[in-house]
């Protein structure tokens, strides 16, 4: 059973824009797959915060460190005058020293490689070319072409190619979720989760702290990350 939040717990929900919502865990019931009741957050609509089949990532400070868990939300139920969000547990938890994380955006090229074969056996793409958006320790966000939507869909493997001035990383991961792009070019924003451990993870880290220092200097501000940071703790949850 992978890592949960107790009831109780003061949550944040991060939505498949990136937004942070505050929320409570009402009740967590841990048999197979899991499942989580929250509170609605006070900034979403209060009759439907978010529609069912939303992916969300709950959030949650543990024993000095911060859990990430994926959930799909199955559920919004009526309840004395609130609307109730019920989430079922869509993957296992992950650790963040969030002292240590980082993310940027950045100028780089690129591809992913599907993992997997169709109905029929045969392979999927190779070589489709991302526009990156966003890119942490332990995702990415970017917008891809409706060329491939079929193929993006939760849980399929893919592997990560990306080069970050000169140095080519190669990253197994998995589609964690896929919607249309807000922008006039209709293309699909998705969300890639690295599988972890993080294949070298230090040297990624190098590159983001290395961006974040040169945009705060271009910026007229001081660093906003100290480039000797240990390791960071980015590892699955025991089940």
Not at 133 to 158: G, K
Not at 169 to 187: E, H, Q, T, Y
Not at 201 to 221: I, K, M, T, Y
Request: aromatic content about 4%; some cysteine; overall charge negative.
């Amino acid at each position: 059973m992978t890592r949960m939040p107790e009831a109780g717990t003061s949550i944040e929900l991060r939505d498949q824009h990136g937004s942070a919502h505050r929320s409570e865990v009402l009740q967590c019931h841990r048999e197979h797959p899991g499942t989580l009741v929250l509170s609605p957050p006070p900034d979403r609509p209060a009759e439907r915060p978010f529609d069912p089949g939303t992916r969300l990532l709950v959030s949650w400070p543990e024993a000095n460190s911060y859990w990430v868990l994926p959930v799909l939300l199955v559920e919004l139920r009526a309840a004395e005058g609130s609307t109730l969000l019920v989430a079922e547990v869509d993957d296992d938890a992950w650790r963040e020293e969030r002292r240590e994380f980082v993310r940027s955006s950045l100028d780089a090229s690129v591809l992913l490689d599907f993992e997997v074969c169709d109905s029929e056996g045969e392979p999927g793409p190779v070589g489709v070319t991302a526009e990156l958006i966003d890119l942490s320790e332990v995702a990415l966000r970017c917008i891809v072409s409706q060329q491939h939507r079929d193929w993006f869909q939760p849980h399929v493997p893919v592997a990560v190619r990306i080069e970050l001035a000169g140095d080519l990383f190669r990253i197994s991961s998995s589609v964690l979720l896929a919607k249309p792009a807000a922008r006039l070019d209709l293309g699909l924003e998705v969300v890639v989760l690295f599988d972890r451990p993080v294949e070298r993870v230090e040297d990624l880290r190098a590159h983001l702290v290395a961006r974040a220092e040169a945009q705060s200097q271009a910026a007229g501000l001081a660093p906003a990350t100290e480039p000797a940071a240990p390791s960071a703790a980015i590892e699955p949850a025991a089940s």
